[in-house]
């Protein structure tokens, strides 16, 4: 199996970017497809981005689209979540998860992945 491990997080200002990574032990990152989630103080974990195993396609919520990017370097064994003109609703807990069969429809659906870390802070705030 696959441990995940997130890191990048803190306390940024409104329009100001961070990256996130996801770091893989145990196996490559390569045998799985990626996805980053977040969770707000009281509101059920959502869908922030994904990546898929092969050929490197994205899929975005559309409350991230055009301000973050998600991308991978397996010979890091990292995925990594690039978030610029971040806003105060995007403040939560940004997890990262892994999992190796998980097909197109189902790529927002947090059941699917097998894997997770355990998260990482971001808070966006004047």
């Known amino acids: 199996q696959v441990q995940l491990v997130e890191s990048g997080g803190g306390l940024v200002v409104p329009g100001g970017s961070l990256a996130l990574s996801c770091a893989a032990s145990?196996?490559?990152?390569?045998?799985?497809?990626v996805g980053w989630f977040r969770q707000g103080p009281g509101k059920e974990r959502e869908f922030v981005a994904h990546i898929r195993r092969t050929g490197g396609t994205t899929y975005y919520s559309d409350s991230v689209k055009g301000r973050f990017t998600i991308f991978r370097d397996n010979a890091k064994n990292t995925v990594y979540l690039q978030m610029n003109s971040l806003k105060p609703e995007d403040t939560a807990t940004y997890f990262c998860a892994a999992g190796g069969g998980i097909i197109v429809s189902s790529v927002r659906t947090p059941g699917q992945y097998d894997y997770w870390g355990q998260g990482t802070q971001v808070t966006v705030s004047s």
């Open positions: 145990g196996r490559s990152i390569a045998n799985y497809a």
